[in-house]
């Protein structure tokens, strides 16, 4: 029998566990933390992923951990100017606590063990050491081939961070996403399961330094930037702690020097601003598992440059409009006179 070991049970490392035990391979995921346990995320899945789960026949799972259809984009610059965009295909929010706890039973049903907290501190060609986070006990553990899916970037110096919490009482409609621009950065709202929202941006490096780490404080200053933001949280509760993590942009590499195969945000990274960060997780995940099991490594290179190249550059083009508003107003004028250009803009960033 075939054996894997999947570092990280986020939705990429679920996913791959879960095509591999699905095909008969002996499965086992290496998680650092216990769920369910929340994460820094946009918390939007796209078209991309819900197609990815409608594959693997988990689709209705999902839909019933609470799965919010989202079938617009509203757009709001610092001036107050405002658009609405439909969506080609409906988009789902659900928090990250709900979902990867979904996708790990789902791995587990299949027959993947988990092992967890568990941290891996070395990895081989065909072996990793790991530590027992609970009982502190080190050992080694080998398979015949090794996946990365711990969300983990090349280390750099960061340049932006994203932050998130989680509200209630947002005064918006719960069909649709949010996204506001500021001088220099932007963010989003989206609503999730239980009556909840969620609310990330993406800020500069700087600007949290500037305010010395305080998240309440920054977060003051975004509200005051754009007066939509602001309308939609007057009668608002944050119910949740900040959360904050780097927002690393790098382009796709399929294996690690040790030969290890990367999935998901290990693989690559690009703007957050299209919500596909999750849509593109899941869906490398299946890629290199299916590779794994047809023997067709060779082709995972090429399939991962198709699925994040346009993506990776509409995506960053994006963001620098929403986050100059100089460029903003006149697009916003621009999708609210044209038909074309909404579907057109839309189709860029693989919706």
Not at 189 to 216: C, H, K, M, T
Not at 242 to 249: F, H, I, N, T
Not at 274 to 286: V, Y
Not at 327 to 339: D, E, G, K, Q, V
């Amino acid at each position: 029998m075939p054996s894997a070991i999947v570092i990280g049970a986020g939705p990429a490392g679920s996913v791959a566990a879960f095509v591999l035990a699905r095909a008969g391979w002996d499965v086992t995921i290496i998680e650092q933390h216990r769920f369910p346990r929340d994460k820094v995320c946009g918390e939007c899945l796209s078209a991309l992923g819900i197609e990815c789960l409608a594959r693997l026949g988990l689709n209705a799972t999902v839909r019933q951990a609470g799965a919010v259809p989202l079938r617009a984009t509203n757009l709001h610059s610092t001036a107050g100017t405002s658009a609405r965009v439909d969506l080609p295909n409906p988009m789902w929010g659900l928090s990250r606590s709900a979902l990867d706890s979904v996708l790990l039973k789902a791995a587990r049903e299949a027959g993947a063990v988990a092992i967890q907290p568990a941290r891996v501190e070395h990895v081989e060609r065909q072996s990793i050491r790991v530590r027992d986070l609970e009982s502190n006990q080190v050992r080694e553990l080998r398979a015949d081939h090794i996946l990365i899916a711990d969300g983990k970037a090349p280390k750099r110096r960061w340049r932006d961070f994203g932050i998130k919490a989680h509200f209630e009482g947002i005064r918006a409609a719960r069909d649709a996403i949010e996204l506001f621009g500021c001088r220099g950065f932007y963010g989003g709202l989206a609503p999730i399961e239980n009556e909840r929202w969620n609310i990330a941006f993406s800020v500069p490096a700087q600007l949290l330094r500037q305010f010395n780490g305080d998240v309440d404080a920054l977060f003051r200053q975004v509200r005051a930037e754009n007066r939509a933001l602001d309308q939609r949280l007057r009668s608002a509760t944050r119910v949740s702690r900040w959360l904050s993590s780097p927002l690393p942009r790098f382009q796709a590499q399929a294996m690690t020097s040790s030969n290890a195969l990367r999935v998901g945000n290990a693989a690559a990274a690009l703007e957050p601003i299209g919500g596909e960060g999750m849509g593109l997780a899941m869906t490398s995940a299946e890629i290199a598992a299916n590779a794994l099991i047809d023997g067709q490594l060779d082709l995972v290179s090429s399939q991962y440059k198709s699925l994040w190249q346009v993506r990776k550059i509409a995506c960053r083009l994006a963001g620098m409009v929403v986050s100059r508003p100089a460029l903003l107003r006149p697009s916003i004028h621009l999708l609210r006179a044209s038909t074309s250009i909404p579907s057109a803009s839309l189709a860029l960033i693989g919706k």
